[in-house]
């Protein structure tokens, strides 16, 4: 199998194999190193002594040979094999310090791109998440990351050393012969050849070995979640998912192979050029010592400077492979940052104001359908990234109701209607399209995202829950809580008897995305976080959805007395739920179909009153999400 079909395999598609370094990454890796200047400037210094001490060695061991151990002056040879000593000591102090420079620079740049592009990241509208593959992400911050870190600490200790004593010592050798310096300098361009061969190879050998170690890391990131983990015992799949990744890391071996053999091909083709160009010195060297053109002393000299030579350009010639894995590395980590958010906040944003009565919300002529794949994600960071055509579809058409502050407004009907949709849309997880969005009489595309995600407190039906403590959990929304706050917030969710009863009560680990939980448990706890966090708007997407009847009327009793007060957009399927909200939008299709009371609508027997005959054909009834009681007694006067 050639190189090229490797790629292609490896890649899937063009895009991962045949991708080439674009224009400017130089230039962009070079900005990063800005607050490293003073680094890099003690470093060239050591690396600049560091290279003289190179030149200086072999004309020391000419003097030695020339004027100590031919003319037999002892002193001159005790004189200068100290010098030659004392030089290889100060040497070994430089190259603790280049050791330690450009590790301090590689690790401070890296520290930099990593947390750029994870805060980067963190600001991608949702779609972003729901499309890319979480382990080719991680792969992509941690893999990448990591290799550019390490090629670059050794680009900053060989190749800067190397270019300097590769200038240092040509201009001695020069100074010494200037015959067997041409000789040398004919043979350099052979040096070259091979990296120019073999480098355009190399580098897409190392982005598909890249992009296969995603796949990997998307694998097992996928099959180690308990939830993956789950369906494959369900479906009794081990087998398959072992051969799977048998297929991925088999690939991953043949790139590994393919690139460790170019590599060694480098090393192998520079190793022979540089015995054939010693040879070749002592040859034309040697020949001009025996007619008396120059002392044996300068042929040494040569023949050692030649050495100290070749062997920074074989550094020089093995460091492309380093310099590709940077270039690469970065490129990809760009690729990444250059990746705008849909949703960002725009320049003089101004706060919500906080405190005062609860603002309303508002919708007016709002239209909205999801951006296409090529706006929110990038092919390389899924798995099966197929061409897809623009999604002409609206989700939301011309929209507009209002939410009056403090009131319980209940958003019903059928599946894929848009209600989710309506409620993304209030914390600004996507822009509307076209029309506006105002929470408290504010466009939310004004205002700072801070102060919008403080006001506005999201459930939603699946609860997601860290790998961590129940009390961690918690104090995410509200990380200056006291003991007495978590308890409060817990008993008013109906959890806390179950927490009290836990050996390690909140310091109990609720494990991977809170499967030690029931689902009920897992809401409850969400409930309790929503409820630490007190804001003014509350959305519930079918927060109820998984608890039992009895955990249902418990937690509906507790909500009664949490939403008072609070401006709240409810989400729900079972309307027994929401029979006492203020208003009730039956929304199917992106459009509300109708509005009113459930008294209203029952009476205008239309979609809802379909909806609700449906649910209740058998006459059961189960409770009821009750507004607060200045609300109740409003809806019983009518």
């Known amino acids: 199998m050639t190189t090229e079909d490797v790629i292609a395999v490896t890649s899937g598609s063009p895009p991962a194999g045949e991708q080439r370094i674009r224009p400017g990454t130089v230039r962009r890796i070079l900005s990063f190193g800005r607050p490293y200047r003073l680094s890099a400037g003690l470093l060239l210094a050591a690396t600049t002594l560091n290279a003289g001490i190179t030149v200086a060695v072999p004309l020391l061991f000419r003097l030695l040979i020339d004027d100590g151990i031919v003319a037999r002056d002892v002193p001159v040879v005790a004189r200068i094999s100290l010098a030659v000593a004392g030089l290889a000591v100060l040497s070994s102090l430089l190259g603790f310090a280049e050791a330690w420079y450009s590790a301090r620079i590689s690790q401070g ?32 911050l941690n893999t990448d990351v990591v290799g550019a870190q390490q090629a670059l600490a050794s680009l900053l200790s060989t190749v800067v050393p190397a270019a300097l004593t590769v200038v240092l010592v040509l201009a001695t050798m020069l100074y010494l012969s200037w015959t067997i310096t041409l000789a040398a300098l004919a043979a350099l361009p052979l040096f070259v050849l091979p990296g120019r061969v073999v480098g355009g190879r190399l580098q897409r050998l190392m982005r598909a070995h890249m992009q296969v170690n995603a796949e990997m890391g998307a694998l097992m990131n996928e099959r180690f979640d308990m939830g993956g983990a789950l369906l494959a015992k369900l479906y009794g799949r081990p087998g398959a998912e072992a051969r799977m990744f048998a297929g991925l890391a088999a690939r991953g071996r043949d790139l590994g192979a393919l690139t460790s053999v170019y590599g060694k091909v480098l090393l192998l083709s520079v190793t022979l050029l540089s015995s054939l160009a ?29 050495t100290r030579l070749l062997g920074p350009i074989n550094q020089l010639s093995g460091a492309q492979a380093s310099v590709l894995i940077v270039l690469v590395s970065y490129d990809r980590l760009f690729e990444l940052l250059d990746l705008e958010p849909l949703v960002a906040e725009k320049p003089g944003a101004v706060a919500l104001p906080s405190g005062g009565t609860a603002p309303e919300v508002e919708f007016e002529g709002v239209s909205f359908r999801y951006p296409d794949a090529a706006d929110i994600s990038l092919a390389s960071l899924e798995s099966i990234a197929v061409p897809e055509r623009s999604d002409t579809t609206w989700t939301l058409r011309d929209l507009s109701f209002r939410v009056p502050g403090g009131t319980l407004t209940a958003l019903v009907g059928p599946s894929g209607g848009g209600k989710t949709t309506i409620t993304h849309l209030v914390p600004r997880l996507y822009d509307a399209v076209n029309g506006t969005v105002r929470v408290g009489g504010h466009d939310v595309r004004d205002l700072t995202l801070e102060s919008l995600r403080e006001t506005v407190g999201v459930v939603t039906q699946d609860a997601y829950l860290f790998h961590d403590t129940i009390r961690g959990n918690l104090a995410y929304a509200r990380p200056d809580a006291c003991e007495e706050d978590l308890v409060d917030a817990c008993r008013a969710a109906q959890i806390w008897d179950l927490i009290a009863s836990l050996p390690n009560g909140l310091d109990t680990v609720v494990g991977d995305r809170g499967y030690r939980l029931s689902g009920g448990e897992k809401q409850r706890v969400a409930m309790a976080r929503l409820l630490l966090k ?5 959305i519930l997407d079918e927060a109820t959805a998984h608890l039992d009847s009895d955990s249902e009327a ?40 109708e509005r009113g009371t459930h008294r209203e609508l029952l009476a205008r027997d239309g979609l809802y009153a379909e909806l609700y005959r449906t649910q209740f054909a058998d006459q059961a ?18």
């Open 534 to 538: 007190a804001p003014p708007v509350v």
């Open 621 to 638: 009834t189960t409770g009821t999400l009750r507004p607060p009681a200045r609300r109740r007694r409003h809806h019983e006067s009518r």
């Open 554 to 593: 418990a937690l509906q009793r507790a909500l009664d007395g949490a939403l008072a007060g609070r401006t709240s957009l409810v989400i729900a399927h079972r309307l027994s739920t929401v029979r006492e909200a203020d208003q009730i939008l039956v929304v199917d299709g992106g459009r509300v179909r």
């Open 109 to 140: 740049l890296i520290q930099d791109l990593r947390t750029r592009v994870f805060d980067h990241v963190q600001r991608q509208p949702l779609g972003f998440f729901a499309r890319v593959q979480t382990g080719a992400l991680v792969s992509r």
């Open 278 to 306: 010693t040879a070749m010195v002592y040859g034309l060297g040697g020949g001009l010592v025996v007619h008396g053109a120059f002392r044996i002393g300068t042929l040494v000299a040569l023949a050692t400077l030649l």
